[in-house]
């Protein structure tokens, strides 16, 4: 991490990401004191996976919003955002690898989640989703809470998604 004292990025984080070969291939600058601009990314495509080099395919992953989110939940990928595409890397990886996943958007985001927990189901992925409730985000919980929550993770296969898309709906 890093911070920008002038310039285009002036009083912003900076947070590199890095491809799997230790190449930078995207970052984050956020600030931090109140600007009307939380974020000011780079004009670059995100069809990446954030911090790609440090994330090991053989042990579970989370899937977090954001790159403070990752930082407390581990081996996790931020999407930048709360969309997954069916035909984005970070999907290829997790598919190849038979990575078991790990859900944890914020509550705000129900209606994507569930896209992206249908998207996720349709490839067969072990699937878990945590419980986010009560918190801004995985970024606002201590890292202690976070993986109280993931040990209590709820297992979403094909049938309880249907029942919870249909419960979403009443």
Request: charged share 25%.
């Amino acid at each position: 991490m890093g911070y920008c004292f002038s310039g285009e990025y002036r009083n912003r984080v900076i947070i590199p990401s890095f491809d799997e070969d230790g190449d930078v291939n995207y970052f984050i600058a956020r600030s931090y004191n109140g600007d009307s601009y939380k974020y000011k990314n780079p004009r670059v495509s995100k069809n990446i996976i954030f911090n790609e080099l440090y994330t090991d395919w053989n042990s579970d992953l989370t899937i977090v919003e954001g790159v403070f989110d990752a930082v407390v939940a581990g081996n996790a990928v931020p999407l930048l955002g709360s969309t997954l595409h069916s035909k984005s890397p970070l999907i290829r990886q997790i598919v190849f690898n038979d990575t078991p996943v790990y859900l944890a958007l914020d509550p705000d985001a129900a209606d994507k989640e569930r896209k992206i927990i249908k998207t996720l189901s349709s490839y067969d992925i072990e699937l878990y989703k945590i419980d986010i409730s009560g918190y801004e985000d995985v970024g606002s919980m201590t890292k202690d809470v976070f993986e109280e929550r993931k040990q209590n993770a709820r297992f979403i296969d094909r049938d309880n998604y249907l029942l919870l898309d249909l419960l979403s709906a009443i």
